[in-house]
């Protein structure tokens, strides 16, 4: 009997051992799929008959930024394994973005997507790829030196100022205090946008600007600078923020001063809190920005790019959304936030 036990131990270890390096052995080529997938993977496939294309976004954890890289991962599904595609976190450093490229470009990439830290301090980036004859797609945000890319894909920043503070200029009747809450200084979308609302103020000269400031797309810092503005007691008609982010920050310091129905307040890209906040009524407006188009629209053109083909800028319209016109909106955002869980 003694005997028959250690023999069936003896098999049964055997059988299991077996087993459990096969569930191993699955388990590391599934997590091989998913890296490519989620792009967690460090290096760009060095085979002919693969596109490799690397991607540096400008950080992770912003919440617009993640649709795009969902959408560039999206589109990368269609490719199958003919695209190898590489996207890694700059983590708000355009040093660290520049390195970043210029890893790819030792790795041989056969094209580059840029979504730029900086307009200035991210250029470098743009002339290194051009220097070593990669093609480099810059996507939502461009460089000072955006010529030099090969295109652009995303939408028109001054544009968007313009509606935004059109919208504002409306529904104040052409005149009152106005405070700007600004993205971070230097970058591409803080200046477009900028220079949009000085467009609509200038044909409305009875609005002024009270207050301005940067909150670095933080909201956080948008609740400490709007509450320092209403402890001045100057009169705030309305706020207008660079993003979304900021503009529930303002939001959050007007309500706790009991001043939710005096100050309008407007935010850009759509994020889910905002589109609520619009639908209760809280929030006066945003602006719908396609996200997970421009990331796709990026990868497109820089597969085209890799494979010579004659590539051209593509802008996406930007779009106010108020109380009148959210449901269509809502079930826009709610396809795009499950596409975004996907791959973030």
């Excluded at 355009?94 to 470009?105: L, S, T």
């Excluded at 230097?186 to 207050?211: C, D, V």
Aim: charged share 25%.
């Amino acid at each position: 009997m003694g005997f028959l036990i250690k023999k069936w131990n003896l098999s049964s270890l055997f059988v299991i051992s077996l087993l459990v390096l096969l569930f191993i052995s699955g388990c590391a080529n599934q997590q091989s799929e998913e890296a490519t997938a989620s792009n967690k993977s460090e290096n760009l496939s060095d085979s002919e008959d693969t596109i490799s294309i690397g991607v540096s976004i400008q950080g992770f954890k912003g919440m617009f930024t993640n649709y795009i890289r969902a959408g560039i991962m999206e589109e990368a599904k269609k490719h199958g394994k003919s695209v190898n595609v590489v996207v890694v976190d700059a983590e708000d450093r355009a040093d660290k973005q520049i390195g970043q490229i210029e890893n790819f470009i030792s790795q041989g990439a056969d094209a580059i997507i840029l979504n730029p830290v900086d307009r200035i301090a991210s250029a470098p980036a743009v002339d290194a790829a051009v220097k070593a004859g990669i093609p480099i797609i810059t996507v939502n945000t461009q460089t000072d030196n955006q010529s030099k890319a090969s295109a652009f894909v995303g939408s028109d920043d001054f544009e968007a100022g313009k509606i935004q503070m059109d919208f504002i200029a409306k529904e104040l009747g052409g005149k009152g205090n106005v405070a700007i809450l600004h993205g971070a200084m230097g970058h591409s979308a803080q200046i477009g946008r900028y220079e949009g609302y000085k467009s609509i103020l200038e044909e409305n000269p009875n609005m002024q600007i009270i207050f301005e400031n940067t909150a670095e797309w933080q909201t956080d810092k948008a609740l400490s600078i709007v509450e320092n503005w209403l402890v001045t007691g100057k009169n705030i008609d309305a706020i207008a923020a660079n993003s979304d982010t900021m503009a529930l920050g303002a939001k959050s310091a007007i309500d706790a001063v009991g001043k939710s129905n005096d100050i309008l307040v407007l935010g850009m890209d759509a994020i889910p809190n905002m589109l609520k906040g619009i639908e209760n009524g809280q929030i006066s407006g945003t602006i719908w920005q396609d996200g997970i188009g421009q990331g796709k629209y990026s990868l497109d053109l820089a597969v085209k790019a890799a494979k010579g083909e004659t590539i051209d800028d593509y802008l996406i319209p930007y779009e106010l959304i108020t109380k009148e016109n959210i449901d269509k909106y809502k079930k826009m955002a709610e396809e795009r936030d499950e596409l975004s869980e996907k791959y973030n």
